[in-house]
């Protein structure tokens, strides 16, 4: 009888070992469902959609489940590592960030993990050193980084390298770009270019005269259209060095034909859509190519006709058909209030190209979000369209090009716009004496004849204001 009974002691101690076994099983089985999970999966061939679905998927099994990923980064096969650096890129779990702190604190950690584990730190949104590099990033070889980032970005996307771009190494000092510039830019690959459109919009001088001669090694004819921006900078050296490598560039080129590195990066229109906002003098855009993978890109951008022009924009890669159907009808239960409908191709690309002759015209400089996807439909000749209406529109009452403050849009009065300092005006009405202000004034007139305005108090008609 007593030998069924266990000292108290030592049952607490077997619970215990119970509990490390249990948890060890349970942790086995997660990790290797993990596994099975990873396994069925294409990195190279991943969308965006279905790397975010399963990061999702993977963070719901907890960190034994994230653990898994992590084992991968140690994977001696780089499409393996490649995915496991992808979801964990995803993931928003501060588990993620103590773990790879955790293990860049390993002696003999290879050099390979290493770099996976920064690169994993500063792509991830959530990271709390997002926006600067990781202080180890010094104790790196730049040639293990430049090794390892030139394998990396061959499965992402001109636009997502130049978005990351955007959010993690903008901020740095222009010294610390060129730096990384120049190691990121030795392959001179295509893929880099929308990076180097974004420093030309930034225009740091020492980052200006590197892209002036290191474009003329690139194959891509994007790299002439961005040399033919540089030959009108105003420092002469700059303008000198990017006709030196445009004539390099030609020498290569000698038909101006697109190379195999065009082949790759072409996209066909897809479709495109508008909502607007009639009152606001603005319209949502949405402009969608495919590339030559089958693969939708899209942007969507504000665009804003009285002042501002495009106002900003963001976008995604790797969408499917469908994953491209959806996110349309969330949009556009967003914008529910709004009209909302379908546009062909010369429709969008009269109101981009109006929108950015605005930007320049009011000297709005380009969102740098905007100029991430540019590039996308720069090339496309097109006849403009007729119905799209004027930008850039002035007062129907003191004749001054309308502005889009920070709070107040111009106001819209039937067929006329009017802009916040006419609207202010105060009018005296000779009859009742009362004050009134313009915009009580074409409130309350005919909508169709909203040049004769009348007393809002004594509807003796008023003087209209010149
Ligand atoms: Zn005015
Ligand atoms: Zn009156």
Redesign the pocket.
């Known amino acids: 009888m007593a030998g069924r009974k266990k000292p108290q002691a030592q049952a607490r101690q077997n619970n215990r070992r119970g509990r490390v076994d249990d948890f060890l099983v349970r942790g086995g089985r997660v990790r290797d469902g993990v596994q099975k999970i990873l396994s069925s999966q294409q990195a190279d061939k991943m969308t965006v959609e279905e790397a975010r679905r399963l990061a999702a998927q993977i963070k719901r099994k907890g960190p034994l489940a994230i653990g898994a990923l992590f084992d991968r980064l140690f994977d001696k096969d780089p499409l393996s590592q490649r995915l496991a650096i992808m979801l964990l890129t995803e993931i928003d779990d501060p588990f993620v960030f103590s773990k790879a702190r955790q293990l860049l604190k390993r002696p003999n950690l290879p050099e390979k993990v290493r770099v996976a584990l920064l690169t994993i730190e500063a792509l991830n949104k959530s990271s709390p050193l997002s926006g600067s590099l990781p202080e180890d990033a010094s104790e790196l070889s730049l040639d293990a980084l430049l090794q390892f980032t030139d394998d990396f970005w061959q499965y992402m996307e001109a636009e997502e390298i130049s978005t990351m771009w955007l959010e993690n190494f903008v901020g740095e000092s222009p010294q610390e770009r060129l730096l990384m510039l120049e190691l990121l830019m030795k392959s001179a690959h295509a893929r880099l270019l929308g990076v180097a459109r974004l420093e030309i919009a930034l225009a740091a001088p020492e980052i200006m005269r590197f892209l002036a001669e290191k474009l003329g090694d690139f194959r891509s004819s994007q790299a002439a259209r961005l040399l033919e921006i540089l030959l009108d900078h105003p420092d002469s050296a700059i303008r000198r060095a990017a006709a030196c490598s445009l004539n390099r560039w030609n020498e290569r080129n000698p038909s101006g034909a697109s190379d195999a590195d065009d082949a790759a990066s072409a996209v066909h229109f897809y479709h495109a859509q508008m909502a607007t906002d009639e009152w606001e003098g603005q319209y949502s855009l949405v402009y969608a190519v495919r590339s030559a993978d089958g693969q939708i890109k899209f942007f969507v951008t504000l665009l804003d006709r009285w002042d501002r022009g495009i106002v900003d924009c963001w976008g995604c890669v790797r969408y499917s058909e469908q994953e491209y159907d959806k996110m349309l009808e969330s949009m556009a239960a967003d914008l529910a209030d709004l009209r909302q409908r379908d546009i062909a191709k010369h429709t969008a690309l009269t109101l981009l190209t109006k929108a950015m002759e605005l930007n320049a015209q009011r000297k709005h400089p380009l969102p740098l979000e905007f100029c991430v996807w540019l590039h996308l439909f720069e090339n496309e000749q097109f006849e403009p369209d007729p119905k799209v209406p004027k930008f850039g529109e002035d007062?129907d009452?003191?004749h001054?090009p309308l502005e889009t403050g920070p709070r107040r849009a111009p106001w819209v009065f039937g067929n006329m716009v009017?802009?916040n300092?006419?609207c202010d005006r105060t009018l005296h009405c000779p009859n009742c004496s009362e004050q009134t202000s313009l915009a009580e004034c074409l409130l309350r007139c005919d909508p169709g004849n909203r040049h004769v305005i009348k007393c809002p108090g004594c509807s003796h008609s008023l003087e209209m204001p010149t």
């Open positions: 007062c009452i003191c001054k009017v802009c300092r006419c």
